[in-house]
């Protein structure tokens, strides 16, 4: 049975060769007049692309910052220093250009520009709500974590160790500029990466026990298939440009909730194990979830049997007879070999990480802490279920 939803995605898509050149003339439109630039500083500076975009804000006379140095797991360092800026000159619009690193911590700074008297690591500890939030906008450079129309962003409290998400709709890019041709020079591990974590977006969605639509299904098993013929293809041919259109256009299609329309908000749960990974060791978030993925989805499958043979069936292409059980182990391991044919790892060892039993441990602990009552809904975790999760994917 379908659930009661409201479906809210107000970005404005841009998208296609040179739309980087429509940066200044959208802001503008969008009442900034002084912007700061978040980026990372490698492939938008020597794509030429930080430099396209500068020119394109000053031909539209807007001002603008920098901020510069942004790195994959985004740091709060970084955080509070673009909140340092941005109150000195006067910020009125950050611009994130690059990566969901990079546009999370544009997001993080909207939202302590906004509201400078609170600190804005309260968000990601949820212990408040924010109440306002610069507008952001985002240029995307790597198709992976959705942020560029979604309204969530996920920030590594460094001192800490903890890797929060916060979700507000108040901090909605008011427009994304996306030409694939800025993903070609990726690094393949990154760009298979980015394809692992576009397609757990529509998967945590996907397995639930607590209502579907038909429709909201076809989308997502449509956007699975065509994410993983095109993942197959940049693997063998990382300069085809239509293939990256249509990854970079599934990335926002799966995070901007559209795949979760009538379910009952979705699982999420391999995307909190794994935050926890990246917290203590650092990982790429997409290789991360390939990682964990398989022992979640054998230790839960039983739990939401229909939901695991219908993604073998019209995901997986199995075909086989067999019991129920039997189909959803052989589509499990189908995307197990699916994740190896484009060199992501299927457990601990693949992914380069050896955590101790401590170290399981603390991360099934922050795992729940971090959880704040939502702990599944293919099968709802103890912290001893993520343990022995964090073990299967260690064996």
């Known amino acids: ?3 009661d939803f409201e479906f809210y995605s107000p970005t404005r898509v841009i998208f296609g060769r040179e739309t980087e050149q429509e940066a200044g003339r ?4 969008c009442g900034g007049s002084n912007v700061l630039l978040v980026y990372g500083g490698k492939s938008a500076v020597k794509s030429g692309l930080l430099q396209t975009v500068k020119e394109s804000l000053e031909k539209s006379g807007i001002r603008y910052q920098e901020l510069g140095g942004i790195v994959p797991n985004p740091r709060l360092d970084k955080v509070y220093e673009g909140i340092r800026i941005g109150r ?3 910020t009125d619009f950050l611009l994130g250009v690059g990566g969901g690193s990079v546009i999370d911590t544009a997001k993080a700074i909207a939202y302590g520009l906004a509201e400078p008297e609170m600190d804005v690591w309260e968000l990601f500890a949820h212990t408040r709500t924010a109440k306002k939030c610069l507008p952001v906008a985002s240029i995307l450079t790597i198709a992976a974590a959705g942020s560029e129309t ?4 996920v920030i590594t409290n460094e001192t800490t160790g903890e890797k929060r998400a ?10 994304a500029i996306m030409n694939p041709e800025y993903t070609a020079t990726l690094p393949d591990y990154q760009t298979e990466s980015g394809c692992v974590d576009i397609m757990m977006h529509t998967m945590e969605r996907y397995f639930t026990n607590g209502g ?3 429709i909201t299904d076809a989308i997502a098993e449509g956007l699975l298939r065509t994410v993983m013929k095109n993942a197959r293809i940049l693997h063998d041919d990382p300069s085809n440009y239509e293939a990256r259109a249509e990854i970079m256009w599934a990335g926002s299609i799966a995070h901007n909730d559209l795949t979760g329309c009538g379910n009952d908000g979705g699982d999420f749960m391999t995307h909190k194990l794994e935050h926890e990974m990246g917290g203590m060791f650092d990982v790429t978030h997409g290789a991360g979830l390939a990682a964990v993925w398989p022992s979640w989805a054998r230790f839960v499958y039983q739990c939401a049997l229909p939901r695991f043979v219908r993604f073998a069936r019209n995901v997986m292409g199995i075909v086989m007879d067999g019991t129920d059980e039997e189909i959803a182990l052989a589509g499990i391991a189908a995307m197990e070999a699916f994740y190896n044919s484009i060199g992501m790892p299927v457990n601990f060892s693949e992914l380069g990480i050896h955590p101790t039993k401590e170290q399981i441990g603390e991360m099934a602990e922050r795992c729940m802490a971090a959880c704040d009552g939502h702990t599944g809904s293919a099968k709802k975790l103890s912290v001893q279920d993520m343990a022995a999760i964090y073990r299967m994917a260690d064996e």
């Open 212 to 214: 579907n639509m038909e």
């Open 88 to 90: 000195q000159e006067k």
């Open 26 to 29: 959208l802001v503008r439109e």
């Open 1 to 3: 049975m379908a659930n």
């Open 150 to 153: 979604s309204k969530g962003c």
């Open 166 to 175: 916060y979700d507000d709709n108040l901090a909605r890019p008011r427009f």
